[in-house]
């Protein structure tokens, strides 16, 4: 659970999900390191491009997996993601552009602990290996 936590919270700063030109499910995410990528590979499959020299002139990495392991890795991240991300990803399984609304939990009224307890909530049911159910890892 906790590889599929660090995932997600990488997933939520770094990643793009998306319709390919050909229609298949697109997931990438750009980094400089690309240890951190290979991490992702080893874990949920697809590959990692590069190095790109990106507009500043670092080096820069994209960890892509399209079809069917893109659906699988979006799924399995899923409940950890952020509302804006959940939604950004609704509208890419439609082939539907769109900008991810932002929501507030922390406000000038505090910290939302509805949204809190959601991302806090633990998974009762463990398995010694909850990527097996994608045949990833195997």
């Given amino acids: 659970m906790r590889d599929i936590a660090f995932a997600a919270a990488f997933y939520e700063g ?13 997931v990438s995410i750009g980094q400089n390191d ?16 590069g190095p790109y020299k990106n507009s500043i002139g670092n080096n820069t990495h994209y960890w892509k997996v399209v079809r069917e392991r893109a659906l699988g890795f979006m799924f399995t991240v899923f409940t950890f993601l952020s509302e804006s991300r959940r939604q950004q990803f609704r509208l890419g399984l439609q082939g539907l552009a769109g900008k991810r609304e932002y929501s507030k939990w922390i406000s000038d009224e505090g910290i939302d602990l509805e949204y809190l307890k959601r991302k806090m909530k633990k998974n009762k049911k463990e398995s010694d290996n909850p990527m097996r159910l994608f045949k990833i890892g195997e």
């Fill in 34 to 49: 690309r240890e951190r990528l290979d991490w992702l590979q080893i874990r949920f499959g697809g590959k990692v491009y």
């Fill in 14 to 26: 770094e990643g793009y999900f998306g319709l390919s030109p050909n229609g298949d499910e697109l």
